[in-house]
T-cell receptor, first 113, second 111 residues
Framework: AQSVSQHNHHVILSEAASLELGCNYS??????LFWYVQYPGQHLQLLLK??????LVKGIKGFEAEFIKSKFSFNLRKPSVQWSDTAEYFC???????????FGGGTRVLVKP | EAGVVQSPRYKIIEKKQPVAFWCNPISGHNTLYWYLQNLGQGPELLIRYENEEAVDDSQLPKDRFSAERLKGVDSTLKIQPAELGDSAVYLC?????????FGPGTRLTVL
């Protein structure tokens, strides 16, 4: 069974700092990869996704993620965070041939103004 | 375009009572999912529907949980009887191909 691990449960940083959230998965086959964000009081929203092609994926709000197949990783980055990036971030993976999405445990990010 | 709609948004019940959650997916999305999200954790799949058919219900605790999607559109998830440990957020999502769109969830508190 596939699993997804996010290394940090909580991250606290100041505005303008750079952010990187780690995500590793266990499935060895072809995968689709996602990062979802959940702002306080809101529902899960897709930040970005990788299906194939360029392993460096750009998403909304200045976020990007890099798929490194050899490391089974899909880390999320943002060069300069804003207070409005305070949210919980979830990495998710599904097998390319299937629809079962497996989520990581999430990382709570607090950006101090 | 309307997103995934769920109701109620919040529900408080006493243990051993029944409870039901309703989901209306995005129009045209043939795949519907129910997830359970415990506090501080990521969502976990309970059941997935392709049109009317439940194609993956391996994680659904069938002794107390049931779900239906009779006309292949909206869906209901039921718990009977509810237990204290069922307190969580129940998320519904839908997809057409690949990307899943989530509803706001129903936060259930069992007292």
């Amino acid at each position: 069974a596939q699993s997804v691990s996010q290394h940090n449960h909580h991250v606290i940083l100041s505005e303008a700092a750079s952010l990187e959230l780690g995500c590793n998965y266990s499935y060895g086959g072809t995968v689709n990869l996602f990062w979802y964000v959940q702002y306080p009081g809101q529902h899960l929203q897709l930040l970005l996704k990788y299906f194939s092609g360029d392993p460096l994926v750009k998403g909304i709000k200045g976020f990007e993620a890099e798929f490194i197949k050899s490391k089974f990783s899909f880390n999320l980055r943002k060069p300069s965070v804003q207070w409005s990036d305070t949210a919980e971030y979830f990495c998710a993976v599904n097998q390319a041939a299937g629809n079962k999405l497996t989520f990581g445990g999430g990382t709570r990010v607090l950006v101090k103004p | 375009e309307a997103g995934v709609v769920q109701s109620p948004r919040y529900k408080i019940i006493e243990k051993k009572q029944p409870v039901a959650f309703w989901c209306n997916p995005i129009s045209g999305h043939n795949t519907l999912y129910w997830y359970l999200q415990n506090l501080g954790q990521g969502p976990e799949l309970l059941i997935r529907y392709e049109n009317e058919e439940a194609v993956d219900d391996s994680q659904l605790p069938k002794d107390r949980f049931s779900a239906e999607r009779l006309k292949g559109v909206d869906s209901t998830l039921k718990i009977q009887p509810a237990e204290l440990g069922d307190s969580a957020v129940y998320l519904c999502a839908s997809s057409l191909s690949g990307e899943q769109f989530f509803g706001p969830g129903t936060r259930l508190t069992v007292l």
